[in-house]
């Protein structure tokens, strides 16, 4: 399978534990972004990187949110000092192109997360 | 702010009926409209998409129009069959950055 692949898929957690997702994107993809959906919601755009410089954070992401792509491959998602509000599913997608062309974002599976 | 408005929140359609969904967005730098199928557990799917240059965009049984005085666009979903059973986000993104804003969702049911 050459989608995007995330890991772990389930992940429960005590409240002030912290966290980390993994992203894989579709090889060759340079452009990797960061969502969370919340049940019955749409996906909200979190972060956003260009090969491995983080191009834009939204204001969703407070200081105990960090991310990073190391070398332009996978990202990881760091969640620190978990709260019940955190519990959302985690969507990694990926792209291929250049800034001002529009293309098309591949999800995958997502990370649902559950803090008790 | 929710950008990017979507109704309705769900559908129910016989099979072989038309869906409907519509989406109403707020700013006009975006530029962009893509829709996403999601099934449960799993991550949204791009079904199809259209730019604002265009009115309407037809895939198979799926088909876009766009009203850009009115700021609006819609799926509509021809010959619903069982299968199409999941939920429909549409979404927009801008040329500075092309991170997605989505609506809220619309649930679509098609009974066999």
């Known amino acids: 399978d050459t989608g995007v692949s995330q890991d772990p898929r389930h992940k429960i957690t005590k409240r002030g534990q912290n966290v980390t997702f993994r992203c894989d994107p579709i090889s060759e993809h340079n452009r990797l972004y960061w969502y969370r959906q919340t049940l019955g919601q749409g996906p909200e755009f979190l972060t956003y990187?260009?090969?491995?410089?983080?191009?834009?954070k939204s204001r969703l992401l407070s200081d105990r949110f960090s991310a990073e792509r190391p070398k332009g491959s996978f990202s990881t998602l760091e969640i620190q000092r978990t709260e019940q509000g955190d519990s959302a599913m985690y969507l990694c997608?990926?792209?291929?192109?250049?800034?001002?062309?529009?293309?098309?974002?591949?999800f995958g599976p997502g990370t649902r997360l559950l803090v008790l | 702010q929710q950008q990017v408005k979507q109704s309705p929140q769900s559908l129910i359609v016989q099979k072989g009926g038309i869906s409907i969904i519509n989406c109403a967005y707020e700013n006009t730098a975006f530029d962009y409209f893509p829709w996403y199928q999601q099934f449960p557990g799993k991550g949204p799917a791009l079904l199809i998409a259209?730019?604002?240059?265009?009115s309407e965009k037809k895939e198979g049984r799926f088909t876009i129009s766009f009203n850009k005085s009115a700021k609006q666009f819609s799926l509509h979903i021809m010959d619903s069959q069982p299968g199409d059973s999941a939920t429909y986000f549409c979404?927009?993104?801008?040329?500075?950055?092309?991170?997605?804003?989505f609506g809220g969702g619309t649930r679509v049911l098609v009974k066999p």
């Open positions: 259209i730019r604002p240059d265009v």
């Open positions: 979404a927009a993104s801008k040329a500075a950055g092309n991170k997605l804003t």
């Open positions: 997608a990926s792209s291929h192109g250049t800034l001002g062309v529009r293309e098309t974002q591949y």
């Open positions: 990187f260009q090969n491995e410089a983080q191009l834009e």
